[in-house]
């Protein structure tokens, strides 16, 4: 599969990002940089209650504070109820709120100060409700409801619910019973992960402007434009189009973003106070009442045979969705596939369950469903060829994937790299030697993700410099999509990289996008980009050849110019022509991956049965554990995934890094630490990301197994490499000093605890 | 950071300051809360100091104040008058990139950009300071600067290469 690919000009090289000048001058415009004359600051009052009755709520005293513009409660402006799968979400509380931070009131002021101090003067009385914290007590059939009026609320008929369960999604094939009465041995753990921060370090922030009583414009720093068009314009009972959602800039999402962040509180405070309106999220909110990733607990059972091959699979995931469903859903539903893993596995029971809790509404994080099963997956491999005095990476040769195989979904596996990641990141960790010294070890995890599907668009224009202009509805999250794309477009018109100009992030404007969400903007935007600018060629050639009196056949296209012989007209020439003649030369095209067949009858109430485009990737790292301080140092780190095609590798080896520091930070010290609801390391000193000092020599191995329907055969990359690092972390953990981690963060104190 | 002002409080809390920002002389009245964050982007439109976490622990506002890099968002204005501030925008000479601006566009230092301008300064703080910089002293010099995107790697490199190039 790895001949040696044929050169481009233009994709696979190392060039610089079209978005890049911006960026280190300081010229680059973000969504928190955006502002309007006449602009006010909103702030939100949020609830200290996990649950409570709202006995009185009283602005009278905050309205009179100087400065003060507006307040909105949820009294005051008629809001419509929202959420992705389930309306579960109030945009502010009406008679009950159901966790602390839940949003009560708003108010619109001169200065964020002023905002800021007519919070303080809004009475509130509360009753306090009984309330449930943990999702396994939660699906309790006497525990109290978070929403006892659940069967009113609006759901998606994908949703299986029933009382606080808000989400199941199973997957079931074979006899998994009779499998384990087969099995040589059987093994069952229990794992649990903690909520972690997206950690995007721009806050969410949205401003707002109402240009008439039913049309509104949102900056905000949204991936998904066209999402939060729809979520908004159902909030305020507008035709989507009434809305229009720009995104200036964004300073990072990793899924954190992409629901509703701080847009329909600026909406509400802007139609209130008529003035536009900017509010966004201060750090502790960010910390305390943000979407963060959901904690899980995983009971796993594992029967193998003699040999280490996996007879049967039984797992159930449970996801702690908070007090509204958000992407919970969504994660315990895809969590099943990674529960299973990229594993032959012949009898299979594995379900996913959602559950209410009082805690903060949980959202999505790179790879959302991705890092908790694997850790419980990744970990227990481990744990049967230890038992069974198998090699790690013996027990995985075994049992993965290979071309032509069936996986759990029923879908038959081509394009299959994970061989190739398992051997390559092993020789690259120098795996024969295991154990190289006392407290030192090695540990490997294996996974798979998919490209998600989702439909792009893509306009394309001519422009009288000879120039391209491409318009896409997504945003630009820093991955480096969209100048992956517009290499993919350069390459495909015989321009340069930065003779593309691209417009993006206008709901107005550009054409519709799924969004920048599941390792899919660069496949997706790149492809529909592709076909728009093969059409654009074909009007562009035709117009040459009438000019240059030629058959189009014999026409020759190099330097921004078609050929016959020594005659020539540019792309400018032809721009300037067509501008003049018939209104120019634009081209559109659309784009969404082709279905993917699975096996129907395996799966019950999946979002996400198929698995298009399916990634794989081994993580391997090598630590050091000191035995007295409990500390783990991470030696080296290796990322080997099987990215189909790097269309800029630079970018693509930044995801990679990225996302592994991100995933080591899961995996040894982030925790959103909750207790009764309420978050107890609300900043950024004591919920600790990864900074210069934490970061190992990172080694990347680019695999390239070329996916059909991918862009120059890519598959979707920026997600995985934040799925396999708690897992691999954890293994090499054991390895060095025989402690086994079953619930994450891997702390000192857990590896000190007997 | 906090120091003596040299100008009298006023009887409505604002301060008279003098400032010296990317080389311009700048008087400004300047009100108690008000950050140097604060002054840069919204009195002065010089917004590519971003303001991340607003309590010094992000470290995306970090600008050079008399040539040390800090937090400018937990930095009072009124109490650093006669300093000379240099930003992001400061950086870049007639148009001409630093070494260590192409440095970051060369190794792909940087995604979503936000900490960017932080991270440059930070950096340019140390390699005004030490030619020829240690690992150790470079991530050193970062640790108070988080980047979610890049997991770091390619920024160190782009500021060892700036320092090799210098």
Sequence with gaps: ?754 | MARDSKTPTSKSGTTAVSLSVNGVDRKLVVGQHESIADVLRDRLDLRGTKIGCNSGECGACTVLLDGVAVCSCVTLAATVSESSVVTVEGLAREGELQELQQAFMEHGAFQCGFCTSGMLMSAYALLSQQRKPSDEAIRTALQGNICRCTGYVQILNAVRDAAARS
């Design chain 1, 1 to 754: 599969m790895n001949a040696s690919p044929p050169m481009y000009d233009v994709v696979g090289k190392r060039l610089n990002r079209l978005d890049g000048a911006g960026k280190v001058t300081g010229a680059a415009v973000y969504a928190s940089d955006f502002s309007l004359p006449g602009m006010l600051h909103g702030r939100i009052l949020r609830s200290p209650h996990p649950h409570a009755k709202i006995m009185r709520l009283d602005a009278t005293a905050a309205r009179k504070l100087p400065g003060v513009r507006a307040i909105v409660t949820g009294a005051s402006q008629k809001l419509n109820r929202f959420g992705n799968f389930i309306k579960d979400f109030e945009v502010f509380a009406t008679d009950r709120v159901y966790h602390i931070g839940q949003a009560i009131a708003g108010v619109a002021a001169d200065s964020e100060y002023a905002a800021e101090q007519a919070l303080k003067a809004i009475e509130v009385e509360y009753e306090p409700l009984p309330a449930v914290f943990d999702a396994i007590d939660a699906l309790a059939q006497d525990a109290a409801l978070v929403h006892p009026e659940w069967q009113n609320l609006k759901a998606a008929p994908i949703i299986n619910r029933d009382g606080n369960r808000c989400g199941r999604t199973v997957i079931k094939f074979g006899d998994v019973e009779q499998g384990f009465r087969d099995s040589y041995r059987v093994y069952e753990h229990v794992f649990r992960t903690s909520p972690v921060h997206a950690g995007y370090t721009e806050p969410r922030v949205a401003v707002a402007q109402w240009s008439g009583p039913d049309q509104a414009t949102v900056w905000c720093n949204a991936p998904l434009l066209f999402d939060t068009q729809s979520a908004l314009a159902e909030i305020f009972g507008l035709p989507a189009s009434h809305i229009r959602v720009v995104v200036p800039g964004i300073g990072g999402g990793f899924g954190g973003k992409l629901r509703l962040g701080m847009e329909h509180y600026a909406m509400a405070l802007a139609r209130a106070a008529k003035r536009p309106v900017r509010v966004m999220s201060t750090s502790e909110e960010e910390l305390t009442a943000a979407l963060f990733r959901q904690p899980a607990t995983i009971e796993l059972k594992t029967g193998v045979d003699r040999e280490g091959r996996i007879v049967a699979k039984k797992g159930r995931i449970v996801v702690d969705s908070g007090a509204c469903s958000g992407s919970g859903p969504l994660v315990a539903s895809t969590a099943t596939m990674i529960l299973a893993g990229p594993y032959r596995i012949p009898n299979a029971e594995i379900e996913g369950v959602a559950v209410y809790t009082n805690n903060h509404p949980n959202g999505s994080v790179r790879a959302p469903s991705g890092p908790m099963p694997n850790f419980a997956t990744e970990s227990q491999m481990d744990m049967i060829a230890e038992d069974l005095g198998l090699d790690p990476l013996e027990i995985r040769m075994r049992n993965i994937l290979r071309e032509g195989d069936i996986a759990v979904n029923g879908q038959k596996m081509t394009s299959v790299g994970l061989a190739e990641c398992l051997e390559k990141a092993a020789a690259c960790i120098d795996w024969s030697q295991r154990k190289p010294e006392q407290s030192r070890g090695k540990g490997l995890a294996c996974g798979w993700w998919m490209t998600s599907r989702g439909s792009s668009g893509a306009y394309l224009k001519l422009m009288q410099d000879g120039t391209l202009t491409m318009m896409v509805g997504v945003v630009e999250m820093g991955t480096g999509a969209l100048t992956g794309a517009a290499q993919v477009v350069a390459e495909e018109m015989g321009m340069q990289l930065f003779d593309i100009n691209v417009v993006s992030a206008d709901s107005l404007t550009t054409p519709y996008d799924f969004g920048s969400q599941g390792s899919r903007t660069m496949f997706a935007v790149a492809n529909a980009s592709r076909e728009a600018a093969r059409d654009l060629l074909t009007k562009m050639r035709t117009r040459a050849a009438k000019a240059l009196g030629a058959d189009e056949g014999a026409l020759e296209m190099r330097e921004k110019a078609f050929w016959n012989g020594e005659k020539k007209i540019t792309f400018a020439e032809l721009a300037a022509q067509a501008n003049a003649a018939v209104g120019g030369l634009i081209a559109e095209a659309t784009y969404i991956a082709p279905a993917v067949e699975h096996g129907a009858a395996r799966v019950q109430n999946h979002f996400s049965p198929s698995w298009p485009s399916p990634s794989f990737h081994v993580h391997a790292t090598d630590v050091s554990v000191d035995e007295v301080l409990g500390e783990v140092t991470i030696n080296r780190y290796v990322v080997a995934q099987d990215v189909g095609y790097a269309i800029n590798p630079t970018y693509l080896e930044g995801q990679l890094e990225g996302g592994a520091v991100q995933g080591v930070g899961q995996a040894l010290f982030e925790e959103i630490i909750m207790v009764n609801g309420q978050v107890q390391n609300g900043n950024l000193t004591d919920y600790k990301m990864p900074t210069s000092m934490d970061v190992p020599p990172i080694e990347v191995i680019l695999v390239t197994h070329p996916s059909v329907a991918g862009p120059y055969g890519a598959k979707g990359v920026g997600e995985p490499p934040s799925i396999q690092p708690p897992a691999a972390v954890a293994n090499a953990v054991a390895a060095a000093c025989g402690k086994r981690i079953m619930q994450l963060p891997i702390t000192a104190e857990k590896i000190l605890m007997d």
